[in-house]
């Protein structure tokens, strides 16, 4: 089993930064990757960025720039500082592990970019 707490969600005006944290517990060896994807109401799930275990990052071209993915192994803990927010930024924020074929999720942070 697996479990993904997230956190550094919130609400942050246009151009400003956030920085997103999710720690992974439980049987987390042979970890593959760990992401962030990111959904609005009505619409599905998106990737955002992820990072392999051999240091390999994706980024989606909406943020490209503008985030950075980032991982401490020792702590099996991955981050996503958010600058230049904006406004289609808002999102739930979720975290993944892939390991051994499986994706497991947290259970989201809010990220609300308005005036």
């Known amino acids: 089993q697996v479990q993904l707490v997230e956190s550094g969600g919130g609400l942050v005006q246009p151009g400003g930064s956030l920085r997103l944290s999710c720690a992974a517990s439980g049987s987390i060896f042979s970890i593959y990757a760990m992401g962030w994807y990111r959904q609005t109401p009505g619409k599905q799930r998106e990737l955002v960025a992820a990072?392999?275990?051999?240091?390999?990052?994706n980024y989606a071209e909406s943020v490209k720039g503008r985030f950075t993915i980032s991982r401490e192994n020792g702590k099996n803990t991955v981050y996503l500082q958010m600058n230049s927010l904006k406004t289609e930024d808002t999102a739930v924020y979720y975290c993944?592990?892939?390991?051994?074929?499986?994706?497991?999720w947290g259970q989201g942070t809010q990220v609300t970019v308005s005036s």
């Open positions: 993944d592990l892939l390991r051994g074929g499986t994706v497991y």
């Open positions: 990072i392999t275990n051999n240091g390999r990052i």
